[in-house]
């Protein structure tokens, strides 16, 4: 790397901080400094709930640019990141989990090439977007964030998520099917997707999904308190998807932690299938 920042993993910086250092735009989540030869890129996991995610093999899977219709890679910083390999431009990442904090996370490359995903706008339409495998370089070590800044964050996105109507609901969890994204904090956690949590809860409309009983209490929003569940676990391998996300009562809950029983995975499964054959 030739530009020395001055930073390390893990160094918190407020946006002044970051634009002083890179000579670089206070605003967006891609910002080329041709001073500095460098594209900042930012995940903001305040600011947007489409998350960029880390996965297990160290990737960061990072959306580009173009909040309405179809992105382009020859969109503005787009280009410059999909060319990065060729146009000598040092990456660096940081992410937001405090609003106005900018955890630096060290210089990444491109580490493939980019790939398209279907996600909706500004304006709840589907579309196509471009996504980039970022990988950290030789110099950047994991970095083990503050969980109770993860905790929050992820309590901003659900308390959006639970804003939207089950039309929105419905539209964002249904685009989402794949691998959990992995967070470092003092050990390894799955950060599951807000839109399908709460899509799983609001089909069951208050009742278990493996007792079939009312939920035992409602929860301090009023809601009926269920807990959501995946059928194949993600720690082996199951997706973070509607197929495989249930509600339960915390006593169901606690049994398939338990147990696990084959019968009862079956039974879900077959539940889910035909809630969601219903929905079609």
């Known amino acids: ?49 489409y998350d960029d995610r880390w996965d297990d093999t160290g990737i960061m899977h990072y959306t580009g640019m173009g909040s309405e219709g179809e992105q382009s890679l020859d969109f503005s910083q787009n280009k410059t990141l999909a060319k990065s390999r060729e ?54 070590k994991p970095i083990a964030l503050p969980k109770k800044s993860i905790d929050d964050s992820e309590q901003i996105k659900i308390t959006k998520v639970r ?23 003092q050990s390894k956690q799955y950060t599951r997707n807000p839109y399908i949590s709460e899509h799983a809860k609001r089909r069951a409309k208050g009742i278990c999904q493996l007792c079939l009983q009312p939920a035992p209490f409602k929860a301090k929003s009023g809601d009926p308190f269920l807990e959501t569940h995946h059928i194949q676990w993600l720690s082996k391998g199951g997706e973070d998807s509607i197929k495989n996300t249930v509600a339960l009562c915390p ?22 299938n035909s809630n969601l054959s219903e929905d079609s």
């Open 251 to 272: 006593n169901c809950h606690r049994k398939m932690h338990l147990l696990n029983l084959d019968i009862d995975r079956k039974l879900l499964g077959k539940r889910v």
């Open 163 to 185: 804003k939207l109507s089950d039309q929105e609901l419905e539209n964002q969890a249904k685009q989402f099917s794949g691998t959990a994204g992995v967070i470092n904090v």
């Open 87 to 140: 146009n000598g431009v040092e990456i660096f990442l940081f992410e937001v989990f405090i609003q106005r904090e900018y955890t630096f996370m060290g210089p990444v490359e491109l580490t493939g090439d980019p790939y398209q995903s279907s996600q909706t706008d500004l304006n709840d339409n589907l579309r196509k977007v471009w996504i980039f495998p970022l990988k950290p370089t030789n110099e950047a």
């Open 1 to 49: 790397m030739d530009f020395d920042t001055g930073l390390n993993p893990g160094d918190v910086v407020n946006n002044q901080k970051l634009q002083e250092i890179f000579l670089c735009s206070g605003q967006g989540g891609m910002r080329r400094s041709h001073k500095t030869n460098t594209l900042i890129v930012v995940s903001n996991h305040i600011m947007s709930i």
